[in-house]
């Protein structure tokens, strides 16, 4: 017997979830077709085991740090296999969010098979067939392994292996030194492990290099081993050879080069889904080729965000659903890189926004060095830095410091609703709080129209009128 559900969603990842839940709540008949593990990526091999191992390092970290406060610094006893419990425990404590028995209560039919197209509108998966008026891609993405020579025969790791990996690498060789590569290079540095991150390009390529520049001397500070424009001539098993020659000797490798996105085993041009290896392609309303079909999150190559694919998935509830006008809005996409410090970026940087908007761009810093709260953590460097158009319209910002990823939300918001500096620098935030200082950025916008002359004139001449 065919299935005909209004809505069919492939991948039980962060996009295809947001679907199927938000579709079946409005009373729609949904199936959800999943091959590997609910919650995909981010729950599984992504955001979530990424973040707990972040967790566990920075505990070891503060250990070693107290000596400035006054409190005996020591060398943390790292017990690497209850550490890694700790990480399979915080996924078993989200799983329930993302099982089959939530979304089977939900309505949904869930079918754990792989799927592919058989026709336009149609696809098999396992013993099912289905047929919808609307399919939604939602495949996500798999590590892209460069074609280094010898690597594809070493055993090397990935986001996919390393968090079954339970023993403490002596010296782990990170190749890639993206968002991925940087933050378990530190977790596993602070963990214990010697760590060597070998970038072909340069580190954090994406971000403001005035910022992300303050990462990456925590990183070095902490002990990690940045080696940008290192080209690798060969892998042999976990050893790195440089061109040039220099041999580095690593115990675990790990690759992190970016991604790439799942199409494999779905036939895509059965369904006449137009594909590049840069992902599915895709309109500003996520629709394919294909007029029946949307492909949403990492496998169409435009983000490879959790928040994105749910931003996403919620374009295509409002624009499938309720025929409402939704398009991709690229100008409000957040980041954020989890190291410590964290950095975060908004909207866009002084670079794009130059070449977008011209010299007349303003562009703004508060460092946390002048920032109360900052100077009782003892955190002596980073900064908030914001961009304005000519009438003061923020166009982007990037924060670099504690808790980075939680203090860009204000400015998240203003992007959203196109607000302008007199909005952020106008509200009252708490003393003593990071915060404060995206707002005293924000003012700065203001500080020479507001103590320049011609208001200094106009102030002394307003206080010589009577008092009333
Ligand atoms: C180490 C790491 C850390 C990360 N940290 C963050 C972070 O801190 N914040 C953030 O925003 N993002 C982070 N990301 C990115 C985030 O995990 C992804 O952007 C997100 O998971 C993408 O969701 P998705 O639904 O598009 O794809 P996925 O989560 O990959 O889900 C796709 C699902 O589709 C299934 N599937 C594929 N093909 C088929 C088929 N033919 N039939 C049936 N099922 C199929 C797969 O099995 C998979 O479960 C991180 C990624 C990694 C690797």
Redesign the pocket.
Known sequence: MTLTPDVCV???????LVVAAGAAQLGLEVVL?????MG???LN???VP??ALIAAARVAHVQRSGTDFGIAAVEPTVDFPRVMDHVVETIAAIAPNDSVERFEKLGVRVLK????FVARNELV?GPHRISSRRIVL????RPAVPPIPGLAEAPYLT?ETIFANRTLPSHLIVIGGGP?GL??AQAFRRLGARVTVLEAMSFLAKDDPELSAVVLEHLKDEGVELRAGAKIARVDGTAATLEGGERLEGSHLLVATG?TP?VD??DLEVAGIAHTPRGIAVDERLRTTNRNVWA????NGLY??????GYEASLFIRGALFRAPARLDHSIVP??T?TEPELAQVGLGEHAARERHGDGVKVLRWPFADNDRARTERVHDGLVKAIADRRGRILGAAIVGPNAGELIQPWCLAISRRLKMSVLASFVPPYPTLGEASKRAAGSYFTETLFGARTRKLVRFLVRLPVW
Do not use: P
């Open positions: 492939v991948g039980a990842g962060s996009a295809g077709i999943e091959r590997g593990e995909g990526d981010c091999y992504g955001c990424s973040k098979e792989q799927a592919r998966a939602a495949t996500g993405s986001n991925i933050e378990l991604r799942t085993g779905l949403i999150g990492d496998c490879a965000f959790t928040h994105m694919a980041w954020t989890y």
